[in-house]
T-cell receptor, first 115, second 116 residues
Framework: EDQVTQSPEALRLQEGESSSLNCSYTVSGLRGLFWYRQDPGKGPEFLFTLYSAGEEKEKERLKATLTKKESFLHITAPKPEDSATYLCAVRIGEGFSGGYNKLIFGAGTRLAVHP | GAVVSQHPSRVICKSGTSVKIECRSLDFQATTMFWYRQFPKQSLMLMATSNEGSKATYEQGVEKDKFLINHASLTLSTLTVTSAHPEDSSFYIC????????????FGPGTRLTVL
């Protein structure tokens, strides 16, 4: 069964305290791993897509990495405005395009950064 | 990134009525749109996938006669919750993707549905 597991469920950090969020997956055919940020009462905001093991992407204080079994979202020197729920999703299906691809989401990590 | 809008952002209705939610891709053509449902403190659950001009594909356990999806154009999809009941109260989020440009998938801001 295709599954995405995120840990920890919740994380509390002090401003400037770097940490990592984990997303482990077991899927039959990975067609991309996605990271999103979701603020309360809003839709997910796209952050990164990773396609192959060893790939890394960065955006401001965030860096996403991918291995064959998991992905990490590293947060360097976080600020209070980084507080949100971070969602990991994997795309499964046949091929890289087509309407039969779909995203399977993990439960998310609720991050709180305190000043 | 690409912009996806939803309307309305909030809706309150009486039990037994139908509610329509619109999803638009504002600056790109969405060859495929997705509808998700999210309960408080839970993750997104895919309800259905729709390709422009064809019937939606529903996920297992989702009643197609209750959640009517129409994807009439490359920029508009609608979700109609028919004969809504309190258990249909949830946060509904649409998503859109343009295969011709890239493989990214962008989400709308969501619609909070409350059925009294």
């Amino acid at each position: 069964e295709d599954q995405v597991t995120q840990s920890p469920e919740a994380l509390r950090l002090q401003e400037g305290e770097s940490s990592s969020l984990n997303c482990s997956y077991t899927v039959s055919g990975l067609r991309g791993l996605f990271w999103y940020r979701q603020d309360p009462g809003k839709g997910p905001e796209f952050l990164f897509t990773l396609y192959s093991a060893g790939e890394e992407k960065e955006k401001e204080r965030l860096k996403a990495t991918l291995t064959k079994k998991e992905s990490f979202l590293h947060i360097t020197a976080p600020k209070p405005e980084d507080s949100a729920t971070y969602l990991c999703a994997v795309r499964i299906g046949e091929g890289f395009s087509g309407g039969y691809n779909k995203l399977i989401f993990g439960a998310g990590t609720r991050l709180a950064v305190h000043p | 990134g690409a912009v996806v809008s939803q309307h309305p952002s909030r809706v309150i209705c009486k039990s037994g009525t139908s509610v329509k939610i619109e999803c638009r891709s504002l600056d790109f053509q969405a060859t495929t749109m997705f509808w998700y449902r999210q309960f408080p403190k839970q993750s997104l659950m895919l309800m259905a996938t729709s390709n422009e001009g064809s019937k939606a594909t529903y996920e297992q356990g989702v009643e197609k006669d209750k959640f009517l999806i129409n994807h009439a154009s490359l920029t508009l999809s609608t979700l109609t919750v028919t004969s809504a009941h309190p258990e249909d109260s949830s946060f509904y989020i649409c998503s859109a993707r343009d295969f011709l440009v890239n493989n990214e998938q962008f989400f709308g801001p969501g619609t909070r549905l409350t059925v009294l």
